[in-house]
Every structure is written in structure tokens, then in C-alpha cells.
């Protein structure tokens, strides 16, 4: 089965600044997701990139999408503090497996006031 | 997006016991998923609870030890049953937008975080 690995595993800024995590993946995709999750709290989805997209923007987020590399990005610019958790990518091969996320090991984001 | 509630929030439980916990969506959904996150752990998918079906379970997760109801379109159980401390993790529930899951993301519940001595 697909897993996505996330690198850095944990990333320490200051705020002000921007943080990039990769994701990469194994298998072929139908989409892609990044989700946010405090504190060991739920998760909250952040964005969605499908696999014929290269690239889409949502307010401070960046994802990038290359399925050549069975790779991802995300950058936020302009971190907060209030960004400070940890971050997962998920991916979705679609067809009969809708719904059913396969989930990176996640990067735990700090941004220092 | 879907309004998810999970009950208990957390709760320590002895060895060999049973707990159940409950999934209410505020929106009729076909499809609700069970996750589990491990202590420092990424998620994984436990089951697909169906309405008016058996739920479909993921490899390595079976139904004696996971059984889930799925009485309507808004609510779902999980129980983990004879826990013993490796069970001890974060459930979450999770449903697609709007109960449709063809547009991909999913809807999470806080998640039922269970500490097992």
C-alpha cells in the first residue's frame, strides 16, 4: 500500500518567516491533501490538489504537486505562531478507495513568536 | 462542512475492558471512516462504516476487535474491545463534504483519545 513520507519531521522558525514541508508517495493518486492538526486534537483539512494540477494557492498556503516524483509541497508564508502544529499530507487513489486516506507520518511545525 | 461530535473525548480504561465510542454527524452521510492515531503516529484507516451493511475493514483491523454499528445516517459507534495498552490512541471519526466523499477531503471529528493501563 501507499504511504506518504513527510521530511522535515520536525521544523522550528521564527514567525514572520516561511516553512516548507514535503511530502512524497508511492503509488498513483487521484488527489492529494495536507491537513492541520493541534495539539492532538482532529484534523482539519487545509487544502486539495488534484493530480492533473501542478500548483494551487489558498490564502498563506502554497501546495505544489509533481506526480513525475510522486511528490508534494507545502509552503505558508508569512507563518504565525498560531501556525504551530503538526502537519500530515494524505493521498487518495480514488475509484472505490474515495474516502479512504493513506496519511504521511506528519511534520510537527513550531513557529516561535 | 459536517459538524462532527465524539464521545467520550477521553477516558483511561483498565486492561481487558471494552469502550465504546459514539459518532453523531449534524448531516445525513453514506460513508463514515474510523481512524486510529497512535501515540506519535500518523492515521490509519480502521474501517468504513456503511449504512445498512457490515463495515468494510482495513487490513490488520478485524471485527472482533473493532465492532462498529452504524444504526442510521448520522451516527456510528466504534468499540475496542479487551483492550489491552497498545490500543491506547486517538480515535477519530470522519466523514466526506457534505456526505459525498467523490470531492475528496474529509470532515474529522476531535477524535476520542483512550489511554489503556
Known amino acids: 500500500s501507499q504511504q506518504g513520507e513527510e521530511d522535515p519531521q520536525a521544523l522550528s522558525i521564527q514567525e514572520g518567516e516561511n516553512a516548507t514541508m514535503n511530502c512524497s508517495y508511492k503509488?498513483?493518486?487521484?488527489?492529494l491533501q495536507w491537513y492541520r492538526q493541534n495539539s492532538g486534537r482532529g484534523l482539519v483539512h487545509l487544502i486539495l490538489?488534484?493530480?492533473?494540477?501542478r500548483e494551487k494557492h489558498s490564502g498563506r498556503l502554497r501546495v505544489t504537486l509533481d506526480t513525475s516524483k510522486k511528490s508534494s509541497s507545502l509552503l505558508i508564508t508569512a507563518s504565525r505562531a498560531a501556525d504551530t502544529a503538526s502537519y500530515f499530507c494524505a493521498t487518495d487513489a480514488g475509484g472505490t478507495s474515495y474516502g479512504k486516506l493513506t496519511f504521511g507520518q506528519g511534520t510537527i511545525l513550531t513557529v516561535h513568536p | 462542512s459536517a459538524v462532527i461530535s465524539q464521545k467520550p473525548s477521553r477516558d483511561i480504561c483498565q486492561r481487558g475492558t471494552s469502550l465504546t465510542i459514539q459518532c453523531q454527524v449534524d448531516?445525513?452521510?453514506?460513508?463514515m471512516f474510523w481512524y486510529r492515531q497512535q501515540p506519535g503516529q500518523s492515521l490509519t484507516l480502521i474501517a468504513t462504516?456503511?449504512?445498512?451493511?457490515?463495515?468494510?475493514?482495513e487490513s490488520g483491523f478485524v471485527i472482533d476487535k473493532f465492532p462498529i454499528s452504524r444504526p442510521n445516517l448520522t451516527f456510528s459507534t466504534l468499540t475496542v474491545s479487551n483492550m489491552s495498552p497498545e490500543d491506547s490512541s486517538i480515535y477519530l471519526c470522519?466523514?466526506?463534504?457534505?456526505?459525498?466523499?467523490?470531492?475528496?477531503?474529509?470532515?474529522f471529528g476531535e477524535g476520542s483519545r483512550l489511554t489503556v493501563l
Open positions: 462504516a456503511n449504512q445498512g451493511s457490515e463495515a468494510t475493514y
Open positions: 503509488t498513483s493518486i487521484n488527489n
Open positions: 490538489i488534484r493530480s492533473n494540477e
Open positions: 448531516s445525513q452521510v453514506t460513508m
Open positions: 470522519s466523514v466526506g463534504r457534505q456526505g459525498r466523499i467523490d470531492t475528496g477531503e474529509l470532515f
